[in-house]
């Protein structure tokens, strides 16, 4: 199997092996513990105050998954303010999927080798658990190629965001502590990370695997409807692929994108500009001929249509 030049496969000698699984482990720590957390669960009483933070928590950390380290940090596609930016990153690192950096990196690797040996987490050419998570645990991650991501490292508050991106989710466990107790922490956050994850890493695998291909893009992209609704948007992935820069995933009337709308609220209240937008005739779900390969297929602006985002209707 080839090698990704900024992730590369480890030697499969003893030593490496378990020093490459103590790092990772470690890497990961947070993730895994909100996962063995949830043992807790029939210990603690579920509420419907349990139910009202579940849907609040996963608002925030799952907008600032799709929102802001997808579509904003991984595609640049639209423009905010520094501080709304550092929200974004905030929230999103609130999910415990590791800092903006590495999570945009790895993202943008995956566009730029779409279901090949260099796609970090293909399950077209690994398999489905290599593509769902597996991809986490068999690949050195932890020196990603820092100069993907030039356009984010100059913000200093990034970077430190990206060391040190499980603050924000103590944070957000504390404050859930603070509302309910061990209700909130058991329910509102771990469980709360656990779904946003689940859905995420999903969106690899299943949004590769399964769905319709309104667009041929070339690789295994999807637009898988349960998807759609449950990744607020992202799991129009087929749309996705064949414009990567576009804020809007969901280009036919009944493609909810509850990302897209999120965005619009934001150009709204004067905090999104320069919101990018698909070619008309992708909204009209014409299928086109496969774009011509471009220096950087995952942020490059092909046809730089930016309209205000208030101007369309969905
Ligand atoms: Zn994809
Ligand atoms: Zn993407």
């Known amino acids: 199997m080839q090698a990704v030049s900024s992730a590369p496969r480890a030697s499969n000698s003893p030593r490496s092996t378990w020093y490459r699984v103590t790092r990772i482990a470690l890497s990961l720590s947070p993730l895994l513990s909100v996962h063995i957390a949830l043992a807790a669960i029939p210990f603690v009483e579920f509420t419907i105050w349990s139910f009202v933070m579940i849907v609040v928590v996963t608002r925030i950390i799952g907008l600032g998954i799709t929102v802001g380290f997808h579509r904003y940090f991984s595609h640049r596609s639209f ?11 905030a929230a999103g690192c609130a999910a415990l999927q590791k800092g903006p950096l590495w999570w945009v990196i ?11 040996p260099d796609d970090p987490h293909s399950p077209v050419v690994d398999g489905f658990f290599h593509g769902h998570l597996g991809w986490l645990f068999t690949r050195d991650l932890m020196r990603p190629d820092h100069g993907l991501v030039k356009d984010l490292t100059k913000y200093p508050e990034l970077v ?15 404050a859930c502590y603070a509302c309910l107790g061990w209700n909130g922490v058991i329910y509102g956050y771990c469980l709360s990370v656990v779904l946003i994850f689940e859905v995420t890493f999903a969106v690899n695998s299943i949004g590769h695997l399964w769905g319709r291909q309104r667009f041929a893009t070339g690789e295994g992209s ?31 009337w009944y493609e909810f994108d509850m990302s897209y709308q999120f965005i619009r609220l934001l150009a709204l209240l004067g905090l999104a500009w320069d919101v990018k937008q698909p070619p008309p005739e992708l909204l009209a779900g014409t299928e086109l001929p496969v774009p011509e390969a471009s220096a950087d297929p995952a942020i490059d602006p092909e046809p730089a249509n930016t309209t205000p985002a208030s101007g369309h209707s969905q």
Request: charged share 15%; aromatic share 12%.
């Open 79 to 89: 423009k905010t303010t520094r501080w709304c930016q550092f929200l974004l990153a």
């Open 106 to 116: 790895h993202h943008r690797l995956h566009h730029k080798h779409s279901d090949t």
């Open 160 to 174: 430190w965001l990206d060391r040190l991106w499980m603050i924000p989710g103590l944070l957000m466990a504390a």
């Open 222 to 252: 999807r637009n898988n409807a349960v998807l759609g609704y449950l990744a607020m948007g992202d799991g129009w992935h087929n749309n996705h692929h064949r414009a990567p820069y576009s804020a809007r995933h969901g280009f036919a």
